[in-house]
């Protein structure tokens, strides 16, 4: 079973960045589509970006052109780096992973490997 822990979440203003990273350790099988999720407070947990096993990356309308995700498959290692963050950025961050890729990136419900979460809040 894989065990996934995220990092790097913080407050930031309006404007600044923040790179999240999660760790995944547990699971020798590096073929899974992964993805970054949030949840902000009274709202639905919405898919965020996307990769799946051939490095083809997806976003979600309200982050294209700020938000970037990567791997690091030797380090075992996924990257959401975000840029030009804004308030309705401010959430909690989790980390998905799925080795079943058919079906929805963004659907939550195909996701049955997640991190604890980290908070990024943005002030303006």
């Known amino acids: 079973q894989v065990q996934l822990v995220e990092s790097g979440g913080g407050s930031v203003q309006a404007g600044g960045s923040l790179r999240l990273s999660c760790a995944a350790s547990g699971s020798t099988n590096s073929r899974r589509c992964m993805a970054w999720f949030r949840q902000a407070s009274g709202k639905e947990r919405e898919g965020v970006a996307g990769i799946d096993l051939y490095g083809s990356r997806r976003y979600a309308d309200s982050v294209k052109g700020r938000f970037t995700i990567s791997q690091d498959n030797a380090k075992n290692t996924l990257h959401l780096e975000m840029n030009s963050l804004k308030p309705e950025d401010t959430a909690m961050y989790y980390c998905?992973?799925?080795?079943?890729?058919?079906?929805?990136?963004?659907?939550?419900?195909?996701?049955?490997?997640w991190g604890q979460g980290t908070q990024v809040t943005v002030s303006s």
């Open positions: 998905a992973a799925r080795w079943a890729c058919a079906g929805n990136w963004n659907d939550r419900f195909n996701f049955p490997i």
